[in-house]
């Protein structure tokens, strides 16, 4: 019998590991999610207010407006700041549909998308005064991608919607 190299013996020991105790799915999937979080060029905007936040975490909003007497909305305020950029975010659910509102401050007009998990990013109109609206956006983990104006790649930690 001969001596096994260190990588064949890796290699070996590599298969094995994977036949007794395989990596679950859900750990592939949230490893894909971290990785594609990367961007050495880019800059993260960090959450900086949320109105889901308690008061002691120093990220929480002072409510300022009462019911409406419309439909019955779970609205959350965000707010994400970074690299020259500041997003402020509603995001509404009426049941299943959720509807986010928002506006960038110091981004390019161009190039601004709601990133989803494992899906096409929808690309965010926005008008001469960096607002947008996504009317019955699918619920689930979203992240915001902007260019900011000194042309640096933004974007937002995942959020859930």
Do not use: H, K, N
């Amino acid at each position: 019998m001969r001596d096994e190299t260190d990588d064949e013996l890796v290699d070996r020991l590599s298969r094995i590991a994977a036949e007794a105790d395989p990596v679950p799915q859900t750990v592939r999937l949230a490893a894909r999610a971290a990785f594609s979080t990367r961007d050495l060029d880019g800059e993260l905007a960090a959450l900086v207010g949320d109105s889901a936040m308690d008061a002691e975490s120093g990220l929480a909003f002072e409510p300022v407006r009462g019911g409406s007497g419309g439909p019955v909305a779970a609205s959350r305020m965000l707010s994400f700041a970074g690299g020259g950029v500041q997003v402020d975010l509603e995001i509404s659910r009426y049941g299943a549909r959720v509807d986010v509102i928002g506006q960038f401050a110091g981004a390019e007009p161009g190039g601004c998308a709601l990133e989803y998990v494992g899906r096409e990013p929808r690309t965010l109109d926005l008008d001469d005064l960096g607002r947008f609206l996504v009317s019955g956006a699918d619920p689930g983990t979203v992240r915001l991608r902007c260019t900011s104006a000194a042309g640096t790649p933004v974007v937002t930690s995942w959020i859930t919607t």
